[in-house]
């Protein structure tokens, strides 16, 4: 399994509110996670930021 979507399993609430601190314009329901819906998220995400996929990957392994 990729390492973000380990990060994603293991802490994603955490990593939640660092995300809502960095990005204030996102919402819950945008970062609303469900096991197995990993590109989901990151297709809400990549929507709201109007960043690439990878980039968007990327930010959620720095976090």
Do not use: P
Not at 18 to 32: E, N, S, V
Request: proline share 0%.
């Amino acid at each position: 399994m990729e390492s973000w979507k380990l990060k994603m399993n293991g802490t994603w609430n955490d990593l939640k509110g660092k995300a809502k601190k960095q990005y204030a314009d996102l919402t819950d329901d945008d970062l609303m996670y469900e096991d197995g819906k990993d590109d989901e998220l990151v297709g809400r995400v990549q929507k709201k930021l109007g960043k690439t996929k990878d980039e968007v990957i990327k930010w959620i392994e720095s976090l």
